[in-house]
């Protein structure tokens, strides 16, 4: 990941120590950054939230909330790959064409969550699941 996503030049280090200590604290925070960076849902966000299937996040605009998820919650995200989770911008015409040869559709990706993204705050950090 980018260095700007490492979360070390976070400006609300202290709140976010004291929001690592209060797990129900901490998930309505998360709950209302997602509401101030996509708007509100008409469906009750949980912990199995899909980012991509059911935020909509995907490509850049997945990597740019996840830029200021990291900032805003102090969370080192330089163990976070971010190809196993979304695709690239728009079609990827060489996949489509590929699969239509191999007989295999899209490869799927790993689902986010928000509570992956709620278990990183907590952690201070992102950790990788091992593939």
Known sequence: MSSKFSGKQCAHIT?????????????????HFVEQERGKYRVPLTSDTELFAQLGLESDDALEFLDHYATEFCVDMTGFDYHLYF??????????????????GRQPYKPLMLGDLHDAMIRGRWEQEPV
């Open 15 to 31: 709140r976010s120590l004291i929001m690592r200590t209060n797990s129900s604290g901490s998930w309505q925070q998360l709950l």
């Open 87 to 104: 695709g690239p911008e728009g079609l990827d015409v060489i996949s489509i064409i590929a699969s239509l040869f191999s007989g295999k």
